[in-house]
């Protein structure tokens, strides 16, 4: 690779945050903007074959995992916070994985509801009768207004960072708070997607993520149990 010029061709949503992080980078639409190398590259290499060529040592993960994303600056407060608040997304759409990723609503709003914060759905396809469970079980405690999860990456990201922290399953919200250094309790099934580890509390990619393991397939409750410890001690900073 050395020497090559490299053009990153990515998903319309993710061009404006992409282009703001590798200002020295062309970035380009995959959708509208291919055209634009036709006959110019010799060749491409998916974004995931390529981290073969950047980590290769338990140091090399170091330096990936330190290195984090700037989000946009955020849009400002309507009002001043009088207490922490927290994203929260607590199922992944993705029809193979949902069926053991996805937290049961209820026992995600138990734990929720014992967190001495205020919250603001990062979810994507929350349904009428879940916003309605959820301002319910919550008091009212939670927004579903603040961050558009259908939205571009940068204006997620932005949402993302405005919080004083993310608790999410295993799904989009996780990887793109990691990847812009916003504390974040990651709550992982049994089996977990392959860049995780099978255990331990670190994530390896993401320095600000920490991860709370299934013992057994389709049982939260330790999960939950994990984490209901980790947040009754949460003061607003990360989750080490």
């Not at 634009?36 to 998916?46: K, M, P, Q, S």
């Not at 309790?185 to 991860?211: C, E, K, M, T």
Request: glycine share 8%.
């Amino acid at each position: 690779m050395t020497g090559a010029q490299l053009i990153l061709a990515v998903d319309d949503r993710h061009v404006t945050a992409m282009r703001q992080n590798f200002a020295d980078t062309p970035v380009i639409s995959k959708s509208s903007d291919l055209g634009l190398i036709a006959g110019r590259v010799a060749g491409f290499l998916l974004a995931r074959d390529a981290l073969a060529e950047v980590v290769r040592s338990e140091s090399d993960f170091r330096m990936v995992a330190a290195q984090t994303f700037v989000a946009p600056p955020a849009l400002p407060q309507a009002q001043a916070r009088t207490r922490s608040v927290l994203a929260v997304a607590w199922k992944t759409t993705n029809r193979r994985q949902r069926r053991f990723r996805n937290l049961p609503i209820e026992a995600f709003a138990t734990l929720l509801a014992g967190v001495d914060a205020d919250f603001i759905s990062a979810q994507h396809g929350v349904t009428p009768a879940e916003k309605a469970f959820l301002a319910r079980r919550l008091a009212g405690r939670i927004r579903f207004d603040a961050i558009d999860p259908s939205g571009d990456l940068a204006s997620i990201a932005a949402g993302l960072a405005a919080c004083n922290g993310v608790v999410t399953v295993d799904n989009s919200v996780l990887h793109i708070a990691g990847a812009f250094g916003v504390p974040t309790l990651g709550l992982l099934a049994v089996p977990s997607y392959w860049a995780w580890p099978a255990a331990g509390p670190d994530s390896r990619w993401y320095a600000s993520v920490r991860l709370v393991h299934q013992r057994d397939p389709g049982r939260w409750s330790d999960v939950l149990t994990e984490a209901q410890a980790i947040l009754r001690d949460w003061r607003g900073g990360d989750f080490a």
